[in-house]
């Protein structure tokens, strides 16, 4: 999935962390996220592994970093509210296919995504995190 609001919050992230590797890209791929699932619970201080496809990443991005991040959706809404300041996760190599997280501190709610980033953005369904 792709959209202008991810692509200003990966250059958010990138000018601020140089966490994300933005290529010019001639093959934009975004992997597919594969956990969480949707209506997954998780808690606070807990580890998570979330995983994604890595059975189609081109050859010029197969040593690219990866940037995972935690946002919510309200129901209607598309704003994705992604927490850019505390990445889940980073500078992982996007071929891994999983990275633990450690689930942060944040209120209860049950329409949390993760958003992974390769050279765009992809959302994982929602889930929840309680306390
Ligand atoms: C990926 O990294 C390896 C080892 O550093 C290098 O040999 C290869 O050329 C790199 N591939 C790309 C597409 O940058
Ligand atoms: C995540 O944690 C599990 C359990 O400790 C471990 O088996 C797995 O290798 C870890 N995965 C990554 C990507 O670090």
Known sequence: MFSVKLLAALATVATAASAAAIRAADE???PTITA???GDQ???GSVQ???WDTSSIPPA???QSGLIL????EDGQTDEHLDVEHPLASNFPITAGAANVTVPKVPTRDDYVVVLFGDS???SPKF???Q
């Not at 935690?70 to 959706?73: D, E, H, Q, W």
């Open 121 to 123: 953005g992809n959302t």
């Open 70 to 73: 935690l946002g919510y959706v």
């Open 36 to 38: 969480p699932h949707g």
């Open 49 to 51: 592994t979330i995983t």
């Open 42 to 44: 998780w808690t606070v």
């Open 61 to 63: 991005n197969q040593n």
């Open 128 to 130: 929840t995190i309680s």
């Open 28 to 30: 934009v791929f975004s």
